[in-house]
């Protein structure tokens, strides 16, 4: 897939407030500072369509990008972040909730995970709540560039163990880099593909 357009939609508080479901979308979503919106704009070849911040938590509303005039992307707010309210985070993580279960033109969703760090309870609890909600998802690795090869297979295949404690089989995965354009054309293509199911 070649991106020859993309534009930011809108910004939306809730699922209801979302651009119409009249074509395949695509959510990215993971833990604050995961490097959602770097990937984002790797992936759309665009520098600054998704805005990037070094403080955690800044997404707080669903935005809504149109690429090709053919599928949108959904940028969701990061979770976990610890310096937000307690009140704010329920509220952040209910209109995640909504959103993933209502939105009928959701094709899949993209799990990001820090390919830096070991697994987070929060990434396998996200896991298994898509597991139970019966939710198409990909996992996504950021950040792979900061890491050796071996370290990096080492750390992959050891987030994957735990993964696998939980599931029969793992699901599918890209390993990406918002600095070298690492897993760029594989997820365009998979997406391509998926696009092919809406209807």
Known sequence: MIIKSADFIKSSPQVKDCPPGDKPEYA???????GKSSLINMITGRKALAKTSSTPGKTRLINHFIINNEWYLAD???????????TSRRQWEKMIRN?????????????LIDSRIPAQQKDLELLAWFGMHNL???????????????????QVDAINREIMEEWESLPQLFIT?????????????FIEETNTLFS
């Open 177 to 189: 880099s918002a600095q070298t354009g690492k897993g760029k054309d594989e997820i365009l293509s």
């Open 99 to 111: 959103y993933l279960l209502q939105r009928r033109n959701l094709l899949c969703s993209f799990i």
């Open 136 to 154: 198409p998802f990909v996992l996504i690795y950021t950040k792979t560039d900061k890491l050796g090869v071996n370290a990096l297979q080492k």
């Open 76 to 86: 969701l707010p990061g979770f976990g972040y610890a310096k937000v309210s307690k």
């Open 28 to 34: 990215f979503l993971g833990r604050s500072n995961v």
